[in-house]
């Protein structure tokens, strides 16, 4: 495995390197790599989804759709972002992107639908539909802020109070980056 020029590493920089790194090394790839920014900031965020979307069938529902969501999300996504992690270096960065926004929601968000479906939440269909959305817009963002430092356990992370403190100008290169790529697809 190679890394980038400059950096000191021996991560894989392609999609067959990550996920063969990932399938022969998972402790390595995923255990060790658990990231603690993920686990906080996904589940909070995707706890509020579930309770928000879940409050038109009464605050016990949201609370029960939120509480599920909060603890599913703590203990699975420090893994997620691990594998979001795993994908930072791919080159070229799309496909980096695309295989996270493949292979991350189709595991995720199968086992999150069985998760609530056994807990009954009420506005499934809604709730998974919405935390979909989130996982896509997330997933690509997240990529974008750990190839620039951000939100990484790993080498060259800093703490999740300066990733926050990063995040207006990161949110600000990212809308950039989004609408200068639709750009040059519909040039």
Not at 31 to 56: D, E, H, P, Q, V
Not at 110 to 138: C, D, K, M, N
Not at 162 to 175: N, Q, S, T
């Amino acid at each position: 495995m190679t890394g980038r020029p400059g950096l000191h590493t021996h991560e894989p920089t392609s999609v067959y390197g990550v996920l063969a790194w990932v399938l022969a090394h998972p402790w390595d790839a995923l255990g060790r790599r658990w990231n603690y920014k993920a686990a906080i900031l996904s589940s909070l965020m995707r706890a509020a989804i579930f309770f928000s979307i879940n409050g038109r069938a009464g605050y016990r529902a949201a609370i029960a759709a939120m509480t599920t969501e909060l603890c599913f999300r703590f203990a699975t996504s420090g893994f997620y972002g691990a594998m979001t992690e795993n994908f930072r270096r791919v080159e070229p960065p799309l496909a980096g992107t695309i295989a996270a926004m493949i292979v991350l929601p189709l595991v995720s968000h199968s086992l999150e639908l069985l998760v609530h479906w056994l807990r009954s939440t009420p506005y499934l269909q809604a709730s998974i539909g919405a935390s979909v959305l989130f996982t896509a817009l997330s997933t690509a963002f997240n990529l974008f802020a750990m190839r620039r430092g951000a939100l990484v356990v790993g080498t060259g992370r800093r703490s999740l109070l300066e990733d926050m403190a990063a995040m207006p100008r990161l949110v600000a290169l990212f809308i950039i980056a989004v609408a200068r790529s639709c750009r040059r697809a519909w040039a």
